[in-house]
């Protein structure tokens, strides 16, 4: 059963508050704000860039990990295809990872030996998207031990965990990168949309150049 979004009275407001204020692209003291309060309500001190989608936001975290065409990256096989579109639009190779049964997410067991396979046959992955799906967190503490011993980028999919924690830290606070959405189906929906979550200032300000068509700051395009 689907269930619809709940609206509670004040949507309307700050659409028309959009329309009258002509912030209606990619910027404005909406976006400013609601990327603040997801900010604020992770707590961990990361950076989050609002995007058009939670594709987008994983799209955008393999780039800031330096993958590039012919690359592999690691996701789990038990998730939504959105995962991992993104890293066939980098021209990169999936390597899919089984479940564990505690979670149904990423096995971290299984994710060693693939690491260990591909590094004997000569080609480390350069990043790992572990999901936490269905709200369930993945066992993201024993994933992270393993991606930091080979020295691999771990982005973690809360697309449908925020709200999630697990020992204590949010979902998709953990990893190098996080990402959000906020589609209609989420358990927070803007209709549309999603956020990157990054560490450091320097990676969102690297996003959002990204973001906006890579343009120059000049009174051209």
Known sequence: MVIPPLTWGDEQKYITQAFVENELSSFGLNINIFEKNIESYLNEGVKVIG?????AAIHLALILSGVKCGDEVICQ?????ASANP???QG????FI???IDTWNMCPIHLKKAIQDRIASGSKPKAI???HLYGMPAKISET???TEKYGIKLIEDAAEAIGSTYLGNKCGTSGDFGILSFNGNKIITTTGGGDLICKTD????KAVFLATQVKDKAIHY
Do not use: H
């Open 51 to 55: 995007v058009s989608s939670g594709t």
């Open 77 to 81: 096989s038990f998730t939504f295809l």
């Open 87 to 89: 890293i066939i639009y």
């Open 92 to 95: 990169v190779i999936p390597i």
């Open 98 to 100: 089984g479940s564990e």
């Open 129 to 131: 998207i572990a999901v």
């Open 144 to 146: 992270s031990s393993i």
């Open 202 to 205: 320097i990676d969102k300000q």
